[in-house]
Every structure is written in structure tokens, then in C-alpha cells.
């Protein structure tokens, strides 16, 4: 789980970043499809407007952190999605580097050691998740 302490720090460098939406958008892609090649296949469209969706999510996640039960029905769903695109089992870790770093590009001194911990215990948590009901939907990915 995630610590009080934890969902303030991801909720307030969430805030520095929002005015900067497109670049921190704009580094993942470029960091995701540097860690996994493989992932560019998965998008297909404008990558301004999925970088724009994707933001959406995570202010709903960020917004969620201390009542996170509420939303792991839609991210479980999410994951279910995701199988049907493409994605595996270990996308999930290269998606939570990609965004981390990502963060720490566009926030600088703002996204320091405890901060880039909060993150990555909020990530765990929200892809533990999505992990386990991708499995679910997809017995064999859980080896792959």
C-alpha cells in the first residue's frame, strides 16, 4: 500500500507537472519506445491526443490515491483492454521506468528520491493490479 505521506507527494508534483502535460507525454512515448521497441505497434493514431488520455487517467488515479479501491475495478478492466492490444506482463515494469523518468525530466529538482519512491509505490500498487487481472483474462501471459 501506499503512504499518506506518499499519495501528498505523488498528488503534488501531479500539480507541477500538469502544465507541462504534453512533454511529460511526449518523453514517455519516447523513453517507452527506447526501453520496448516492441510497444510502438501497440499505438496507432495521434500520439498528442494519446498522450492527452493518458494524462487523464493518471490525474483520476492521482485524484483516487487515498481511496484507491474505488478505482481498481476500471483499472483491472483497463488491463483486460490491454491484453486485447498487445500488451504483456512485463510491459508493466518498462511502462512505470518510462513514466518515472519521464517525471523526473520535466520536474527536475522537484521529482527528488522520496517523491520518485511515492510514485513508484503508487504505480506498484495500481499495476499489481492490473497484472493480476490481465492474468486472470489471459492464464498464460502470467509466464510470458
Known amino acids: 500500500m501506499i503512504a499518506t505521506r506518499q499519495i501528498g507527494l505523488v498528488q ?3 500539480a507541477l507537472a500538469l502544465p507541462h502535460v504534453d512533454a511529460v507525454a511526449a518523453d514517455f512515448y519516447a523513453r517507452l519506445f527506447v526501453l520496448a521497441p516492441e ?12 498522450g492527452r488520455k493518458l494524462f ?12 484507491i479501491e474505488t478505482i481498481l475495478p476500471a483499472a483491472e478492466a ?7 492490444y498487445g500488451a504483456r506482463d512485463h510491459h508493466y515494469a518498462i511502462v512505470g521506468t518510462a513514466l518515472l523518468d519521464a517525471l523526473a525530466q520535466t520536474l527536475g529538482p522537484n ?6 519512491e511515492a510514485w513508484a509505490a503508487a504505480y506498484a500498487t495500481l499495476s499489481d493490479h492490473m497484472r493480476a487481472a490481465a492474468a486472470r483474462a489471459v492464464p498464460h501471459q502470467a509466464a510470458a
Do not use: C, W
Not at 499505438?43 to 491526443?49: C, P, S
Not at 483497463?78 to 486485447?84: D, F
Not at 521529482?111 to 520518485?116: A, E, I, S
Open 56 to 67: 487523464l487517467t493518471l490525474a483520476m488515479v492521482v485524484d483516487a490515491l487515498d481511496a
Open 12 to 14: 503534488a508534483s501531479f
Open 39 to 50: 510497444t510502438r505497434g501497440l499505438f496507432r493514431g495521434n500520439m498528442g491526443e494519446q
Open 111 to 116: 521529482f527528488d528520491g522520496d517523491t520518485r
Open 78 to 84: 483497463l488491463a483486460v483492454r490491454h491484453v486485447g
